[in-house]
């Protein structure tokens, strides 16, 4: 399940995809909890079904990288399955148990990252637990699932990332912890509003956050990168002389 | 040294201290008073032409009035029927009796809810400060219009009262409200005068103000073990008086109420709803049962005693008249008259001339009453006559401006002048003094001339004005040629540059001026994070240890406005059953501390004195509080009392310490020897500082300033450069402000530290006390930065030198920064609805702040 990959240029492609789906379908998903009560259940255990959609949109963008990443390496295909059968041949349980565990510990450690920020010790025990489980459904689930837990190990070890595909989930990582910082400005405020409740405006911060990190790769990457519109073309030139 | 080096530090000095103050003084000005004073030639003796009698319909209701004053009496206290049960029974059987809540104005300290009730005036901001010095009350009032119609009226309770009304009282006696320890032996000397007074009979007013429920309020908080018997004392006094007005077979009027109430942390001052909303309870008066549970304002009570007293209403209250107060004291007509002189008054004193919305309402209201008049009232439908001048008397009272409009040019200069101060210590070259006398800073003497010239003519506005606009384009003139300089920035992470330029922008906001703390919690715990990535590996565990500390003792003590009120871990360790907790608590708390302080001065000689001394002042300390409160017990018995010779005993062993440390110091310390001399005594200092924190602190503070210096010293130790370390003691003096309980609301300021274990009152020391004791951690943070400062020696004695300057501008900078944004934000605001209870207090303590960061630039000049 682990990916090394140098930038080439189906690198490129799986991120581009990536951030792409995900810029739309997370703010699609931001926009109903911001039009619909859903936000304002963000912090108990009844938010919990809204996890399943992302957890899916996550299991389908990994089945589209494999089938991406196979294509590219003409990998011979089983003629009963078509592209489903790559998909079979990555699924390992002993990783996937592995890997549930790696999110169930990225719970615990935004848990205890929103108790040292000031999350009461006390109560809300089970405010600050679906905080902590978004925050790492958001970041440490589709760090594991697409890059493996190697990556993860190395991430918390902060080491440089392997390729650009490895930096996007750095990157959003950073993002959705400073949007979910920016989100806890809200709460002292006082404009009486039902969502101004902890986590609501920390875990929708998070989201928006999530957002911005991967709409800054897609500028980052592919507005001024190097095969972008606004990118530098000097390298190209200098590879093909 | 510094001095010679660097004149314009002590020039930014001047200019910060003149600044403030001139600020301070023009923003708070007392506002020229309403001189008049009602007379009965006020009464109106017409209505569109219908005569009235006006001594038939405004005369005296009451042969004796008794107004009970329980200073710090919540509106819980009796409401909920518990703790004052005789006088809960009365409202529930007694006809013309009712229990209504009051609103007060801030700040809720006593003497400007005292003025309130007497004169019905908006609070003066300014009588906060001048709480315990108040002088005799020029401004009409409900008690001298009382004498002077001929009232005898006698006073017992707090002497604030003999202050402000010196000749006025038939008898008087007062108890003073500076031993805040004294919970009983002050109430019991009204009592003894009460239970005298009722036997005799040439009174007809008698005041009383009981003190010892707001002591028992500062020392052990709303639900502490003192109030219920308390309350039933203050039950008992009113039984007293009802069984005195039952036996004597006449209905005089009682009234009962609080100047203010009281925060579930025990203070007051500020103006949560706590704090705000007392209970007025009226014994015979004109309501029933059905006015329970209606809110009226302090102010309203005036109109209500110069109605039952049958005196002019002062001239300067804005308090309405409640018909649904005096139904049943008052005939139909009589009730409108007491209304229509109110509201006609107001209109003439109070509101604008030319209102036209005013005119109508005001005409519509008489035809009504004329009408009335001559028809003959309707029982049944008074509200219908009523209802024209009870809008008329909110629409004056909506309308009355809240800030005071003639200061604003003063303001300005004081902006300007803290400005200036900003732009010198930014500007290039003004570090040393041979730069100075260079040509290229003759503009910025020049600058600094106009400047000093600015604060000669503050006194004559129209030329301060001018020298304040040439101060502006001098300054802009002297950016343009000079260019700022960017030097005393330099060198720090851009990470804290931006989250010091976010506090500023938090101003723009109210709630984040009330919660204030949670800024700095926040950015505190992101900058440890954020160290942890910058510096190496080996500071990690330091640092996670920090943060741990930092959050455990964020839930020591709950501050601010909004969660003010959750119980916090202090809370739980001062209950009775913890007892045992917070003992063994405390000494831990006094050990670290002592340890510390022994630390932050450690001798070569005398070094068993030394430590004996240190062990007398610690043990001092716990038995001090072992001795006064409750909830500290040894496994032995100590017996109670009121801890001064222990108190004394402490400071003895200060004092000895501290002068064997700088005999050590002054005799042991030459020059080629290290560490140097000026580092011993910013040493002894710290020693000094921390000693005296350990006595002030409350019990459950006792751990903060060990836990502070603790903190400081690993923080600063991966840190190398001397700025960023500047900063970071800016933040950790900051956070550990708000981590002793303070806030920016008066409520927090703790008066209980400046009398600890003194017999007699001394106002200077309880202020240096008091004053000692909130800002304590700011000044532990730069005394500690200096001394690493001087401890750090290295390099060339000239670079040494820059940097020890550099060091004290970033200071200087970073509290002028944040002063200069609020007092141009409090300027823009000053007409916000929530400009006395957010801004105002705000405004006091970055002041004294910025003041005290400037005394600190002095100490540390003589130091260095």
Redesign the interface.
């Known amino acids: 399940m682990v990916f090394i990959w140098n930038d080439s240029q189906v690198t490129r492609q799986i991120t581009l995809v990536y951030c792409l789906s995900s810029c739309a379908v997370l703010s699609l998903m931001a926009l109903l909890t911001f039009a619909s009560d859903a936000l304002l259940i963000a912090g108990s255990t009844r938010a919990l079904p809204l996890f399943i959609p992302l957890v899916l949109f996550e299991l389908i963008k990994w089945a589209v990288h494999h089938i991406m990443y196979d294509r590219d390496l003409k990998t011979k295909k089983s003629h009963r399955f078509g592209n489903l059968s790559v998909i079979y041949r990555h699924i390992d349980v002993v990783e996937s148990v592995k890997g549930i565990i790696i999110f169930c510990l990225g719970t615990i450690f935004f848990y205890v990252v929103a108790?040292?920020?000031?999350a009461e010790?006390l109560s809300k025990h089970e405010e600050t637990l679906m905080f902590g489980a978004f925050t790492s459904l958001l970041t440490i689930f589709p760090m594991t699932l697409h890059t493996g837990r190697q990556a993860v190990m190395k991430f918390m070890a902060?080491q440089p990332a392997l390729n650009m595909f490895h930096k996007l989930f750095y990157r959003t990582f950073q993002f959705t912890l400073v949007g979910a910082?920016v989100g806890?400005a809200f709460i002292?405020?006082?404009w009486e509003r039902p969502w101004q409740a902890w986590p609501i405006t920390c875990s929708f911060g998070a989201l928006i956050g999530n957002i911005m990190g991967y709409l800054f790769v897609l500028v980052q990457h592919f507005v001024f990168g190097a095969h972008g519109v606004f990118g530098k073309k000097k390298k190209l030139k200098q590879y093909n002389s | 040294m510094l001095l010679k080096e660097n004149p314009i530090i002590f020039y930014v000095c001047l200019l910060e201290i003149f600044a403030c103050s001139l600020f301070f003084l023009s923003f708070f000005a007392l506002k020229s008073p309403i001189t008049v004073i009602a007379s009965k030639s006020d009464f109106p003796s017409a209505v569109n032409e219908h005569k009235l009698d006006v001594q038939d319909v405004y005369r005296r209701r009451y042969n004796k009035i008794v107004i009970v004053i329980v200073d710090a009496l919540r509106f819980d206290f009796i409401a909920d029927g518990n703790h004052m049960p005789f006088l809960f029974k009365v409202f529930q059987n007694h006809n013309a009796s009712c229990l209504v809540s009051a609103k007060t104005d801030v700040p809720t300290v006593t003497l400007p809810r005292i003025k309130s009730i007497v004169t019905g005036d908006v609070s003066e901001f300014l009588d906060l400060i001048l709480n315990f010095g108040a002088t005799e009350l020029a401004q009409d009032n409900i008690i001298s219009q009382a004498v002077s119609h001929g009232l005898n009226i006698l006073f017992y309770g707090d002497d604030t009262w003999l202050r402000l009304f010196p000749k006025t009282f038939k008898r008087f006696e007062g108890t003073t409200s500076f031993f805040v320890n004294d919970f009983y032996e002050v109430d019991h000397n009204v009592t003894r005068n009460l239970k005298r007074e009722l036997l005799n009979s040439d009174w007809d007013v008698m005041i009383l103000h009981y003190l010892g429920l707001d002591h028992i309020g500062h020392v052990e908080g709303p639900k502490g073990p003192s109030i219920p018997g308390k309350l039933k004392e203050m039950d008992d006094v009113f039984r007293m008086i009802f069984e005195y007005f039952k036996d004597l077979g006449e209905d005089g009027l009682i009234i009962l109420t609080g100047d203010h109430g009281m925060k579930d942390s025990g203070g007051h001052g500020g103006s949560s709803f706590e704090e705000i909303t007392v209970p007025v309870a009226i014994i015979n008066g004109g309501c029933d049962r059905t006015s329970n549970g209606m809110v009226i304002d302090q102010v309203d009570l005036v109109p209500l005693l110069a109605i039952s007293m049958g005196v002019p209403i002062p001239a300067a209250s804005i308090g309405h008249v409640h018909p649904k107060l005096l139904e049943n004291l008052l005939q139909p007509s009589e009730l409108l008259y007491a209304l229509y002189y109110n509201t006609a008054r107001m209109k003439s004193y109070l509101s604008p001339p030319m209102d036209h919305q005013l005119e109508e309402l005001m005409s519509e209201g008489m035809k009504s009453y004329a009408s009335g008049l001559y028809d003959g009232f309707k029982t049944d439908e008074l509200h219908i006559y009523e209802r024209h001048f009870l809008s008329v008397q909110k629409h004056i009272t909506s309308n009355i401006p809240r800030s005071n409009k003639t200061g604003v040019s003063s303001l300005l200069i004081a902006i300007t002048l803290l400005a200036q101060a900003i732009v010198c210590l930014l500007l290039k070259g003004t570090t040393l003094l041979p730069s100075l006398t260079s040509s290229s800073s003759k503009c910025v003497r020049s600058c600094c001339f106009i400047g000093t010239v600015v604060i000669f003519m503050a006194g004559y506005f129209k030329w301060a004005l001018v020298c304040g606009m040439a101060l502006i384009l001098a300054n802009c003139y002297v950016i343009l040629t000079e260019g700022i300089d960017v030097k005393v920035l330099m060198g720090i992470n851009p990470i804290y540059w931006f989250m010091l330029i976010l506090h500023p922008m938090t101003f723009l906001?109210?709630?984040?001026i009330?919660?204030e703390h949670?800024f700095w919690?926040?950015t505190f715990?992101?900058l440890i994070v954020l160290m942890a990535?910058i510096h190496s590996r080996k500071s990690l565990p330091d640092l996670a240890l920090i943060?741990?500390v930092?959050?455990c003792l964020?839930?020591l003590n709950a501050t601010?406005i909004?969660w003010a009120n959750i119980s916090d871990l202090g809370d739980w360790l001062r209950a009775p059953e913890n007892h045992v907790l917070m003992t063994s608590y405390y000494l831990i708390g006094v050990i670290l501390t002592m340890s510390a302080s022994w630390r932050c001065a450690s001798s070569k000689y005398f070094k068993s004195i030394l430590f004996i001394l240190t062990m007398i002042q610690g043990t001092s300390v716990c038995l001090y509080y072992v001795a006064v409160t409750k909830n500290c017990q040894l496994f032995f018995h100590y017996p109670k009392s009121s801890g001064f010779w222990e108190v004394k005993c402490f400071w003895i062993a200060t004092i000895l310490r501290t002068s064997l440390e700088l005999r050590n110091v002054l005799r042991h310390c030459v020059g080629s020897f290290r560490p140097c001399r000026p580092c011993m005594l910013a040493g002894v200092l710290v020693q000094l500082v921390i000693s005296t924190l350990c006595l002030l602190m409350e019990p459950q503070n006792a751990i903060l300033p060990a836990a502070m210096v603790y903190v400081s010293w690993r923080l600063k130790s991966p840190v190398e450069d001397m700025k960023t370390s500047e900063v970071l003691s800016h933040w950790i003096g900051t956070v550990y402000f708000f981590l002793s309980g303070n806030s920016n609301s008066i409520s927090t300021i703790d008066v209980t530290a400046g009398f600890k274990g003194v017999d007699e009152c001394n106002i200077f020391f309880a202020g240096l006390f008091i004053t000692l004791h909130t800002f304590a951690f700011p000044i532990l943070a730069f005394l500690l930065t200096l001394e690493h400062l001087l401890r750090s020696e290295g390099g060339s004695p000239a670079s040494a030198k820059s940097r020890h300057a550099d060091v004290i501008k970033l200071h200087l900078l970073l509290n002028a920064c944040p002063t200069l944004v609020f007092m141009i934000v409090s300027l823009i605001q000053r007409e916000h609805l929530f400009i006395w209870s957010v801004f105002s207090p705000k405004l006091l303590y970055t002041m004294c702040q910025t003041l005290i960061s400037v005394s600190m630039v002095v100490i540390s000049a003589a130091l260095l």
Request: glycine content about 6%; charged content about 20%.
């Open positions: 108790v040292l920020f000031g010790i902060n910082w806890a002292p405020l006082d | 906001s109210t709630s984040f009330e919660e949670l919690y926040t715990s992101t990535r943060l741990v930092h959050r964020q839930s601010g909004k």
